[in-house]
């Protein structure tokens, strides 16, 4: 298996993987699939600031990751928030943890220092919806920051929401300005996705 960087061309593939998420699990709220060229578009702008990075093997895409804005002023330039997406049927492989682990090591490299997760969490579980998207953060070094009660509804029932946050770098002093996705140096981008 190999990380790769994603393109606009990406866009039908990832949306393959996407949909089921979206029509049959609370683990998005997002209600209606996105078309192709909505979903090339969001590739387009989250990756000129940040990455957006596949997982293949076989010339297949088995999950991808990205990075994007915390909040949007200035002064949170250096948080980000993190999403990954494993492929229905591929999950307890370690392409989630492959994944991020990449994700993370391109993050610094653009000198952020804090990640957040927005997850979806259930009272009790369901078949919407588990704890394991909480599980698997808090393996990978994340911790629950927040929780949003009953805050979302999907399938005719309410869900919490859940932050769950990771320090890369702690710092008291004004960090390095943060590197532009577009902007990072592509030689190092290929030895960090390659590692």
Not at 22 to 32: L, R
Not at 52 to 63: F, L, M, P, S
Not at 146 to 157: D, E, I
Request: a neutral charge; charged letters at 25%; aromatic letters at 14%.
């Amino acid at each position: 298996m190999t990380i790769r960087t994603v393109t606009e061309k990406d866009a039908a593939e990832l949306l393959d993987i996407y949909r089921p998420y979206v029509e049959n699990t609370a683990i998005t709220f997002e209600y209606n699939v996105p078309s192709v060229e909505e979903f090339a578009e969001r590739i387009r702008l989250i990756s000129a600031n940040y990455p957006y990075i596949a997982a293949v093997e076989n010339g297949e895409i088995q999950g991808y990751a990205y990075a994007g804005v915390f909040k949007g002023r200035a002064a949170y330039d250096w948080s980000v928030e993190v999403t990954v997406y494993v492929k229905k049927g591929l999950h307890r492989k370690g392409i989630g943890a492959k994944l991020y682990a990449a994700l993370e090591k391109l993050l610094a490299a653009q000198h952020i220092t804090n990640l957040y997760a927005c997850v979806a969490y259930p009272e009790k579980e369901d078949e919407y919806l588990t704890f394991n998207s909480v599980k698997f953060h808090e393996k990978m070094g994340y911790t629950i920051v927040g929780t949003f009660h009953r805050c979302a509804f999907k399938f005719n029932r309410c869900y919490h929401m859940v932050w769950l946050e990771k320090i890369l770098t702690k710092t008291d002093t004004a960090p390095q300005p943060v590197i532009p996705f577009s902007q990072l140096d592509k030689a190092l981008i290929n030895k960090i996705v390659l590692e």
